[in-house]
Nanobody
C-alpha cells in the first residue's frame, strides 16, 4: 500500500524559509516521478516542483530560483526547500507520486506565510 506523509509546514514570515519532507512507504520512491503540488483556498491545485526517476527537475515559474526539490534515497523521502517565501505561497502543500499512470497523494501540510 502506497502512503505519502508530508511534514514541515507551519507559519513563517515573508522572506523566511521552510523545508518540507515527504516520507514514502510501500514504494521505493527513487524509482518514480515525485512531486509537490499546492492548493490555496478557492484555487485549483497547481504543480510546484517535480523530480523524475532519473533526477531531472521541473518548477512552476512562480517558484523558480526560490524552491528546490530533492531526494534522500536512503530515507526514501522527497524534500522541498522553500526560500524567500511570499504571502502568495500560502497553501496546503501535497506530495505526489506517479506510479504506472496512477497518482498517489498525501494529505498535505499547511504553509502560511504572514507577518
Amino acid at each position: 500500500q502506497v502512503q505519502l506523509v508530508e511534514s514541515g509546514g507551519g507559519l513563517v514570515q515573508p522572506g523566511g524559509s521552510l523545508r518540507l519532507s515527504c516520507a514514502a512507504s510501500g514504494i521505493i520512491s527513487r524509482r518514480y516521478a515525485m512531486g509537490w503540488y499546492r492548493q490555496a483556498p478557492g484555487k485549483q491545485r497547481e504543480l510546484v516542483a517535480r523530480i523524475s526517476s532519473v533526477g531531472s527537475t521541473d518548477y512552476a515559474d512562480s517558484v523558480k530560483g526560490r524552491f528546490t526539490i530533492s531526494r534522500d534515497n536512503d530515507k526514501n523521502t522527497v524534500g522541498l526547500q522553500m526560500n524567500s517565501l511570499k504571502p502568495e505561497d500560502t497553501a496546503v502543500y501535497l506530495c505526489n507520486a506517479q506510479i504506472n499512470d496512477i497518482n498517489y497523494w498525501g494529505k498535505g501540510t499547511l504553509v502560511t506565510v504572514s507577518s
